[in-house]
């Protein structure tokens, strides 16, 4: 007879369904976030960013066993995901047996062009275990088991808003609420503080984002590093020393929200009920902003980091890092090692690691670079296709 935790007992999903699981392993490689992280993002988090999450020390556990929770955060407005990519990476290095681990749904826009991967590291944020966030693979994922989820509901206006709407949640998506509704799990929400200032004083134009999502960028923020941008190409992907602060929330459940049958609600009903989970949201944010966000970039510990961490330089500095991502891709995709360590405090690694990955160069030569960048940014992209 099965048990609770035999498969026959799981919640079996419709056909369509079924049919899209594969999505659960499509590109997702474990041992390319561990690799990652273990040559990189752990240097960069310590002396760069020094992260911190607040709250998580009993990581939450899930309401039901077989149903993902939902865990969601407001986006930093203006600057490539590092605030993401920072965030999981702490979570995967600390959290025990990382079941509970968060998999990200994506704006597809991110993983439609090479260019909008960091440093142009093909296919980072699917092996990196993101999912594009449409609608037949949000509903998939509530099925998996492996993981929890994650999303930033605000979406594409969350992270295109400007300086000036910095810690002001947008419109959340429905979808969120739709899908906490219809397999009763929970919705974890985290705020992420000093994300803002990664790429402080950016501000856009709703014409200007409409103009660049056609070539497969989400925005283009007019700030103090557009002229750097031009002029030096790594600065795209480049981040302030911005001192992340992830706070754990209040758990939300919609589902216990509503006063009648989900089968009767109605696209207004969700709207009104993602307005009334925006404002629990944005209250808890502000109150996290004004006890953790006083003081974005703590230059006196940022310093004592670089002096502790001196033999790794320059690789904790942004300008080294299209030297450090190149790298680790020619080691671990085009040579397909595994397993390896890259010896970043040897003398002359920055050297090597430029002649080893010629390209790199592309990313210092002002304005012409950008035209290398963009034959292999969009090799293989049509501009402006769906996924």
Avoid at 147 to 164: C, R, S
Avoid at 216 to 243: E, H, K, R
Avoid at 306 to 315: D, E, L
Avoid at 324 to 336: N, P
Wanted: hydrophobic share 40%; aromatic share 14%; proline share 9%.
């Amino acid at each position: 007879m099965p048990t609770a935790t035999t498969p026959a007992a799981l919640p079996q999903p419709p056909p369509a369904i079924q049919a899209n699981q594969h999505i659960y392993s499509d590109y997702f490689e474990e041992d390319f976030v561990h690799t990652l992280d273990d040559n990189i993002l752990q240097l960069l988090d310590a002396v760069w960013f020094r992260s911190r999450l607040v709250g998580f020390e009993d990581f939450p556990e899930r309401n039901d066993p077989d149903v993902p929770l939902i865990f969601a955060s407001n986006h930093s407005g203006m600057a490539f995901p590092w605030d993401a990519i920072v965030a999981l990476a702490h979570m995967w290095r600390t959290l025990p047996g990382q079941r509970g681990l968060p998999r990200p749904l994506s704006a597809p826009l991110l993983s439609q062009s090479t260019l909008m991967n960091p440093f142009q590291v093909k296919d980072f944020w699917k092996k990196c275990g993101c999912v594009d966030a449409t609608t037949l693979n949000f509903e998939t994922m509530m099925y998996y088991q492996d993981h929890n989820l994650m999303l930033y509901p605000e979406g594409v206006p969350g992270i295109g808003k400007g300086f000036n709407k910095k810690y002001e949640l947008q419109r959340l998506a429905s979808s969120m609420v739709r899908h906490s509704i219809a397999h009763r799990t929970d919705v974890v929400p985290f705020y992420t503080i000093n994300g803002e200032y990664l790429n402080p004083f950016a501000y856009s134009w709703p014409w200007l984002n409409n103009l660049s999502k056609k070539i497969g960028i989400p925005f283009i923020p007019l700030g103090p590093i557009v002229l750097l941008v031009l002029l030096q190409p790594w600065s795209f992907y480049m981040a302030y020393p911005a001192q992340l602060t992830f706070v754990r929330g209040s758990r939300i459940r919609p589902y216990e929200m509503i006063d009648k049958d989900p089968a009767d609600l109605t696209r207004e009903d969700y709207t009104a009920l993602s307005e009334r989970v925006r404002l629990l949201m944005q209250a808890e944010l502000e109150a996290a902003v004004a006890k953790h966000g006083q003081q974005p970039y703590r230059w006196r510990e940022l310093w004592q980091r670089m002096k502790a961490n001196w033999r790794y330089f320059p690789f904790f500095l942004p300008v080294a890092w299209p030297a450090l991502f190149q790298e680790f891709e020619r080691l671990y995709v085009r040579e397909g090692r595994r397993g390896f360590k890259m010896e970043l405090d040897k003398p002359g690694a920055w050297l090597r690691m430029v002649w080893r990955n010629p390209f790199t160069l592309s990313f210092f030569i002002p304005i012409l670079g950008w035209i290398p960048i963009a034959i292999r940014g969009y090799r293989g992209h049509r501009i402006g296709e769906k996924p």
